[in-house]
């Protein structure tokens, strides 16, 4: 069976305000994958139209593999959006179309031990493989997919705060 280790769990980035959302959206699946990861897989998908705007619920998920399959480093989004409303911004090149609400997004980083279940939990050439071969090699994963998702982070922050100057 694999052995999970949590390495940032539900970090979240909230804002609120005008933004791009589909510019977001887009913006979120190049980073992923420009940290080599693979195309983000959207588990859920949910769109509700109410009073206040539109609900969006969203759920990705993406991974990459290290050591032949051995490591699985995992990335989790949920982004959640509520009210969100079109806004059009008046600017000297002409009007822009954007998306007002309130947005949070939540970052897991999960590595996956074994992630292809070849060998049992009590094996001991596992135990020993991991302990003796591999140690070193499961830290630098641990702190690559650590700095990955803390660059992904950082992206979208950054994104979001090119809307706060106006």
């Given at each position: 069976m694999a052995d999970k280790d949590p390495i940032l769990d539900g970090v979240k980035v909230r804002y609120t305000g005008v933004f791009d959302a589909t510019l977001?959206?887009?913006r979120l699946a190049e980073w992923i994958k420009k940290e080599k990861f693979k195309e983000p897989k959207e588990v859920r998908y949910?769109?509700?139209v109410k009073p206040i705007g539109k609900i969006i619920d969203i759920v990705w998920t993406s991974s990459r593999?290290?050591?032949d399959g051995?490591?699985?480093?995992?990335?989790?989004?949920k982004i959640f959006i509520?009210?969100?409303?079109d806004v059009e911004l008046d600017r000297p090149n002409g009007k822009l179309k954007l998306n007002k609400a309130d947005l949070?997004?939540?970052f897991t980083a999960t590595l996956i031990r074994n992630a292809k279940n070849e060998w049992n939990d009590k094996s001991l050439f596992k135990r020993f493989y991991e302990k003796y071969f591999i140690a070193q090699s499961i830290e630098s994963f641990k702190i690559k997919?650590?700095?990955d998702t803390e660059k992904i982070i950082d992206e979208t922050k950054n994104f979001l705060a090119?809307?706060?100057f106006k």
């Open positions: 977001l959206y887009k949910v769109e509700r593999e290290e050591l051995y490591i699985l480093m995992e990335l989790d989004l509520v009210g969100m409303n949070e997004i939540s997919l650590y700095r090119l809307y706060s």
